[in-house]
C-alpha cells in the first residue's frame, strides 16, 4: 500500500467492501448448481454441517454458520417442510433444541457432492491462491 492518503471514507479504501462483493460473487457462482437440487446457499451449507455431524444442536449449528435465530429459525422450518431434516426437542434437556438429517437429506449429499468442483471451475484462482485467501478469510474469523 502507498504512503499517499487515502480518504477513509471512500469505497475503494475499505476491506469491508471487496470482502462483501467477492462473497456476493462466489455465492452466486453455486445458484445455478443449487438450483439444479433445490436448495439456497444458506441450505447448503446447513446440508453441509449436517451431512459432517448428522445431528448438531440449533445453537450450535447457529454458531458453526455465523447465523442467528432470527435467520436460522425460518431457515431450518424452510428445510424441515422440504423433508430433508426434522427438529425435535432434545431427550436429556428440552430447552435444547436438535436438528438431524432425514433420509431424504441424506441422498441428497449424493447431488450435491459434485458441486465444490464445479464452482472451483468457475472462480479465477490458482490452487495456491485459494488456500492462501481461505487462511486469510479464517484469520479475520479469528481461527
Not at 19 to 39: H, M, N, Q, S, W
Not at 91 to 98: A, C, F, I, T, Y
Not at 114 to 120: C, D, L, N, S, T
Amino acid at each position: 500500500m502507498s504512503t499517499e492518503y487515502r480518504d477513509p471514507l471512500k469505497l475503494d479504501s475499505q476491506l469491508c467492501f471487496p470482502l462483501y462483493a467477492a462473497a456476493r460473487e462466489v455465492t452466486g457462482k453455486y445458484r445455478p448448481f443449487l438450483d439444479e437440487i433445490g436448495l439456497t446457499y444458506t441450505q447448503y451449507i446447513t446440508m453441509m454441517v449436517l451431512w459432517e455431524h448428522a445431528q448438531i444442536s440449533s445453537r450450535e449449528l447457529g454458531r458453526t454458520l455465523y447465523l442467528d435465530s432470527g435467520t436460522l429459525t425460518p431457515l431450518l422450518k424452510s428445510m424441515e417442510a422440504k423433508g430433508l431434516i426434522e427438529r425435535a426437542r432434545s431427550k436429556e434437556d428440552e430447552r435444547v433444541l436438535m436438528v438431524s438429517l432425514t433420509d431424504k437429506g441424506k441422498e441428497l449429499k449424493k447431488k450435491a457432492a459434485e458441486i465444490p468442483g464445479k464452482v472451483a471451475g468457475c472462480i479465477a484462482l490458482t490452487p495456491e491462491e485459494a488456500i492462501q485467501l481461505y487462511g486469510l478469510l479464517y484469520k479475520i474469523l479469528g481461527k
